[in-house]
Every structure is written in C-alpha cells, then in structure tokens.
C-alpha cells in the first residue's frame, strides 16, 4: 500500500513545484522594463513587462519551449538552459537559487554546510553578554529559539511566557498586537511574504514548513492573498529597523545577522544602536528591571 502511494504523492509535489516555478518566471517576466533592456519598441503591449518570445530570445531558447516552462508543463531545463533563463530575467543570485530549486535542480553553490539547532548554554552566556544590545537567535523559517532581556523588552514580549510553536517571527507579528505595534514598517508583511518563500522552496513539501504556512494562511488571509499574488524572494539583510515604543517614541536600530552556516543554519541577529536617540532607548529598557 505504501509503496504504491509513495510515487502518487513525488508526482503531486512535482507538479506543484512546475507550477510555483511558471508562476515565478511569469511574475519576473512582467516586472522588467523592455525599454531598460534595449528591446525595440514592436506594436502594442497589452500587458506590462516583457513578452514570452523576447525573453526566449535574450535566453536563446525556443518560443514553444520557454512557453512551456512558464506554463508549468514537463520539459525539464538543464542547469544551462536555466541558467541563460536567469540572466534573461535579470535574476539576483537568490532568485536564480529559487529558480533551481524550484526546477528541481542543484542551485549553482556549495552543498549545504550541517548546523546545530540545540542551543547550549555558552550561547546562552553569550546573548546575556550582548546586553543591553537586544539579541535572539532564529531557525530559517524564523522560528526564535533563544533570546536576552533586552529583546524581550524591545518586542514587548516574555518569550518564557509564549509557547514554543508560537515563537515565530512572523506567527507573532500576525498574531500578537504588541509585537506587531512596535515595528514600524508599513512593507513589513509583503517581506515577510517573500522571506518566507525564499526560504520555504528548498522545504516543500516538508511537513514542518508546511504546517507553519498553513498557520500563517489561518491567522492572516492578508498574508495568504500576498503569497497567492506576488512572487517576489529575498532574503534577510542587515539594514535600519524603525521601532514604535509607548514611552520612548519612534527610533532607529541597526539590525545585524551572523549565520551559523552559508545557508537554512541559525542565525544570531543583534541591534545596534546607529545614533543618539538609539542609544538612549536602549540604555531606557536596559533600566527597566522587570516586564517589556
């Protein structure tokens, strides 16, 4: 019975990975700007971006064949030809990564390095160490499994006090007013739309990742109509963070990430303080002796 099923459900993902893949080179392909290219201007375009037949030529594959592709049929592309693909879509290394992977291909990089997903209690030590710089660290699919004082007052949250599967990022933000109230970021869910779909396409068909979506999709239909709708992969950087307080107001933090491993391994991140008014927030919650 079970060896009988077993090929039924390889050919399920298969086919829902085809599709996720048409509909991201479908999504690339309407973003670009023909003119920024050098395309010619030939007739009216009655949608925006570029048409099947110029991408297919800039990548130098058939009309019929790159049509397929991005239909999400079976032609199955060679790392070349989808390589020659990405340029022509003008991919950033992480989206010629997604679409590999969601070609079913090795992305064109070192294997993955193992990581440790245990935390010890010398990692402990050295978030304690970081105060009053607030510092947690995260699974790949944001999941956050350590954490100091100072983060917790940051967010405004007593991580002890949240259940394990609901210390998540993203799950928090969606669910939680306070953790959502101080990030000041009116883009922040669309980015965490694309995080995750960076993150998710090496995981597909992963009962973890695909739980942890579903419990996206049932807490925000916002969420799930963005997934549905756009396209877009990135993935996280360190850049300026803008955060609401009820006491101390509006300030700026720089965030910073180190990675355990080149890829899906833990990462620490930290927030600095890049100005006056950062500093003296964080130095305010250092003094707050208990509670967010």
């Given at each position: 019975m079970t060896i009988l099923l077993q090929p039924e459900a390889s050919i399920v993902a298969t086919d829902d990975r085809r599709k996720q893949l048409g509909a991201f080179l479908r999504a690339r392909r309407e973003s670009l700007d023909p003119q920024r290219l050098g395309l010619p201007r030939v007739g009216r375009r009655r949608t925006p971006g570029l048409r099947r037949e110029e991408v297919a030529m800039l990548a130098d594959v058939g009309v019929t064949w790159y049509t397929w592709l991005e239909q999400g049929r079976e032609v199955n592309p060679s790392a070349t030809v989808l390589t020659a693909v990405a340029v022509a879509l003008q991919c950033s290394p992480l989206e010629t990564r997604h679409l590999f992977v969601l070609a079913g291909l090795t992305p064109p990089e070192s294997p993955q390095m193992p990581h440790c997903e245990?935390?010890?209690?010398?990692?402990?030590?050295?978030?304690?160490?970081?105060?009053?710089?607030?510092?947690?660290?995260?699974?790949?699919?944001?999941?956050?499994?350590?954490?100091?004082?100072?983060?917790?007052?940051?967010?405004?949250?007593?991580?002890?006090?949240?259940?394990?599967?609901?210390?998540?990022?993203?799950?928090?933000?969606?669910?939680?007013?306070?953790?959502?109230?101080?990030?000041?970021?009116?883009?922040?869910?669309?980015?965490?739309?694309?995080?995750?779909?960076?993150?998710?396409?090496?995981?597909?068909?992963?009962?973890?990742?695909?739980?942890?979506?579903?419990?996206?999709?049932?807490?925000?239909?916002?969420?799930?109509?963005?997934?549905?709708?756009?396209?877009?992969?990135?993935?996280?950087?360190?850049?300026?963070?803008?955060?609401?307080?009820?006491?101390?107001?509006?300030?700026?933090?720089?965030?910073?990430?180190w990675f355990s491993a080149p890829r899906n391994g833990s990462r620490l991140l930290v927030y600095l303080p890049m100005d006056e008014a950062g500093e003296q927030a964080l130095a305010w919650l250092d003094a707050q002796a208990v509670g967010p």
């Open positions: 245990g935390i010890s209690e010398g990692t402990r030590r050295m978030l304690d160490s970081l105060m009053p710089q607030p510092a947690s660290i995260q699974r790949s699919n944001f999941d956050i499994v350590a954490w100091n004082s100072s983060f917790c007052r940051l967010m405004g949250i007593d991580f002890d006090t949240i259940a394990p599967e609901d210390r998540n990022c993203i799950y928090l933000y969606l669910t939680h007013p306070v953790w959502r109230a101080r990030i000041d970021d009116p883009e922040v869910l669309s980015t965490f739309v694309s995080y995750f779909r960076a993150a998710m396409a090496e995981h597909r068909g992963d009962p973890e990742w695909e739980n942890k979506l579903a419990r996206f999709f049932a807490v925000s239909p916002q969420f799930e109509a963005l997934w549905h709708q756009r396209y877009d992969v990135r993935g996280v950087e360190n850049k300026v963070k803008w955060f609401n307080h009820p006491q101390l107001g509006r300030f700026s933090l720089q965030q910073m990430y």
